[in-house]
């Protein structure tokens, strides 16, 4: 497993350094190096506290394009979610979204589309985005890993690993005013914590200097869909991201 994880950190660690030298960029920061020194070093428990650092990135790598993003992913193979795929899954939306929604990955509709939150979980992503006062397409909406585990069992690390650049050029390159993280996994990747989602939720963190609100993934209310309380928890975090947006709070009237 660490040899394994070390080969896919390695792999991921040149497409990052790939962009850099594409930016322009004439030698390597001093934080990129100690990074990757302990990422490969210390293997998979490293990656959660890696991910969160930040490390200086050329300006002009922050605003490359999602479609140079897209291309340099190519035909993905760099971890074994490659193998079981039928579509790979970018991300969707407005590249200059000032919200952007971080799932944790694709699911069935997901991986046969190449589109992420289409199915029911996205059905209910679309209704919190509506019920915000937004549209879907003003949004940016990608995941943490691009192509669908089996089963939709929970990304591994190496996985994680072999996504980490991409998903960090993504949210580069949009540049948002806001992350909401949907779910443990997203939560955990983006702010390199264990910390349970329900400890995580109701209170802003950093990623990047960007504003991050973790909350409850759509599935987990499709799958508590009977107890209404999780729903306003959601509607609690998501109405703290509108004021930050400084965007009207729509008035919502819980039943009782």
């Not at 605003?63 to 039928?86: F, N």
């Amino acid at each position: 497993m660490a040899q394994s994880f070390k080969a896919v950190a390695a792999s991921s660690l040149r497409e990052y350094l790939l962009a850099l030298q594409e930016s322009g960029l004439d030698g390597l920061p001093d934080a990129v190096v100690s990074k990757a020194a302990r990422l490969l070093v210390q293997g998979p428990a490293a990656l959660p506290s890696a991910m969160a650092e930040t490390v200086a990135v050329p300006h002009d790598l922050k605003h490359e394009s999602l479609e140079k993003i897209r291309k340099s992913l190519g035909d993905c193979q760099r971890c074994k979610l490659a193998k079981g795929r039928t579509n790979l899954v970018f991300g969707t939306g407005n590249p200059q979204a000032r919200l952007v929604f971080v799932g944790e990955g694709p699911g069935k509709d997901e991986d046969l589309q190449g589109e992420p939150f289409v199915g029911e979980a996205g059905q209910v992503l679309n209704r919190i985005i509506t019920a915000m006062g937004l549209k879907r397409e003003e949004v940016y909406i990608c995941n943490v890993v691009k192509c669908r585990p089996p089963g939709n069992r929970d990304p591994e690390a190496d996985e994680i690993a072999a996504c980490a650049p991409f998903l960090l050029r993504q949210l580069q390159s949009v540049h948002p005013e806001v992350i909401v993280a949907l779910g443990r996994f997203a939560s955990q990747t983006l702010l390199g914590t264990k910390e349970a989602i329900s400890k995580l939720r109701g209170k802003f963190h950093d990623y990047h200097g960007v504003p991050v609100m973790p909350t409850y993934h759509p599935s987990y209310l499709l799958r508590n869909r009977a107890d209404s309380g999780p729903f306003w928890e959601v509607w609690e975090d998501m109405a703290q991201v509108l004021r930050l947006l400084k965007l009207p709070v729509p008035e919502k009237t819980r039943k009782r």
